[in-house]
């Protein structure tokens, strides 16, 4: 079993940057696919960046250019590093590890940017 644990969710101004961090437990952490996904009020849960274990990417087209997934397996890490944020991007911000058929979500990370 995996356990995921986000931080560095926060208050930001429109332009800003945050870094989002998700921990990881397990000795296996490296063989998991990693996402990060966010869900704003009111709205569906969506994909916002994956990386598998083998390191390819794929972002949403609302982020592209603007947003960096990561991860360090060493370290039981992945990370989102978030530039040039928009009101829009608001929301909470779930960590996923998935190995079908298993799926584990961490317990979400609060981002708002607004003035």
């Known amino acids: 079993q995996v356990q995921l644990v986000e931080s560095g969710g926060g208050l930001v101004q429109p332009g800003g940057s945050l870094r989002l961090s998700c921990a990881g437990s397990g000795r296996i952490f490296s063989t998991y696919a990693m996402g990060w996904y966010r869900q704003a009020p009111g709205k569906q849960r969506e994909l916002v960046a994956t990386?598998?274990?083998?390191?390819?990417?794929n972002y949403a087209d609302s982020v592209k250019g603007r947003f960096t997934i990561s991860r360090d397996n060493a370290k039981n890490m992945v990370y989102l590093q978030m530039n040039s944020l928009k009101p829009e991007d608001t929301a909470v911000y779930y960590c996923?590890?998935?190995?079908?058929?298993?799926?584990?979500w961490g317990q979400g990370t609060q981002v708002t940017v607004s003035s």
């Open positions: 990386i598998t274990r083998g390191g390819n990417i």
């Open positions: 996923n590890a998935r190995y079908i058929p298993f799926d584990y």
